[in-house]
């Protein structure tokens, strides 16, 4: 079966002034289909940056600083700034459409010429020390919306017990359809998340979402973290890549 080689694969845009343009690896991938329509969408997780001014002679970080991250389709995208300001705060999404804010956006995937599904814990323990890249596709299903997503993303975490030959998948971020979000473009339906399982048909999923700090009760500041946790039935598999000649 086909896997995406995340480590070369890239969204690359170009500003609109076409003073600059990015590639950027990707860090997760998910396809939705709607099970109703007989249609389907694919978008893909950015890996993030910070926010910089571009080609001066020094002071290239802009301050206050924020990260920069997205979430790209085809059609669409959404850009997301975290920051500390007011201005770049907590969860600040901008969402659009490609052509109106880029010059270009161009999504090359990537796959391994050569890759084995894995069977059971037995396979996933030799392939894991043995240093093979593992690449997981969680599948998730909302039976009210009748949409499936197909969730794709590198294990850069795997856990494995010399005891038993039993796995802990431990990773991401990855990209997690809200099923129930109403808004305009289905780009803005997704959360990211990170992902644990040791088993083939149930996941843990990690929320990054806006999470107070309290102190003496009372809430003094809020940062962007990974704390809501949902759990739902899965069907995972997991691929190693073949890197035999």
């Known amino acids: 079966m086909s896997a995406i080689n995340f480590a070369d694969s890239y969204m690359t845009f170009t500003t609109p002034d076409r003073s600059n343009t990015a590639r950027i690896q990707l860090d997760a991938h998910c396809r939705l289909v709607d099970e109703e329509k007989g249609a389907s969408d694919e978008f893909v997780l950015i890996a993030p940056c910070r926010a910089e001014s571009m080609y001066l ?4 970080f802009r301050i206050p600083n924020y990260e920069f991250c997205g979430i790209f389709g085809t059609e669409t995208f959404m850009i997301i700034r975290t920051g500390p300001s007011t ?7 901008e969402p659009g459409l490609n052509q109106q804010r880029f010059h270009e956006v161009r999504i090359d995937i990537r796959t391994f ?3 084995r599904l894995l069977q059971n814990d037995e396979e996933v323990y030799q392939a894991t020390l043995a240093n093979l890249p593992l690449i997981a596709r969680t599948e998730v299903h909302n039976t009210a919306s009748h949409v499936r997503a197909v969730i794709e993303y590198p294990i850069k975490t795997m856990n494995v017990s010399p005891q038993t030959h039993r796995f802990q998948v431990d990773t991401g971020p990855v990209l997690l359809p809200d099923f129930i979000a109403q808004r305009e473009h289905l780009v803005e339906r997704f959360v990211i998340a990170h992902v644990v399982y040791n088993t083939f048909d149930r996941a843990e999923f990690v929320i990054r979402q ?3 700090i309290v102190q003496d009760g009372r809430e003094v500041a809020a940062v962007m973290d990974y704390q809501g946790i949902t759990v739902m039935p899965a069907r995972h598999q ?3 890549a073949d890197m035999t000649m």
């Open 57 to 60: 002679p020094d002071g290239l």
């Open 238 to 240: 997991i691929v190693c």
């Open 113 to 115: 010429p050569r890759t």
């Open 87 to 93: 201005a770049h705060g907590l969860d600040n999404r």
């Open 210 to 212: 806006p999470t107070p």
